[in-house]
């Protein structure tokens, strides 16, 4: 269950910093 939770967390920062770049780019 934590597992399943810390990949939860790494989908949404890797999500987060693909939109914060697509906007600075």
Do not use: H, N, P, R
């Not at 269950?1 to 810390?6: I, P």
């Not at 920062?13 to 939109?19: Q, R």
């Amino acid at each position: 269950m934590k597992g399943k939770f810390a990949a939860a967390v790494l989908f949404t920062a890797m999500g987060l910093a693909s939109t914060a770049m697509a906007q600075d780019g």
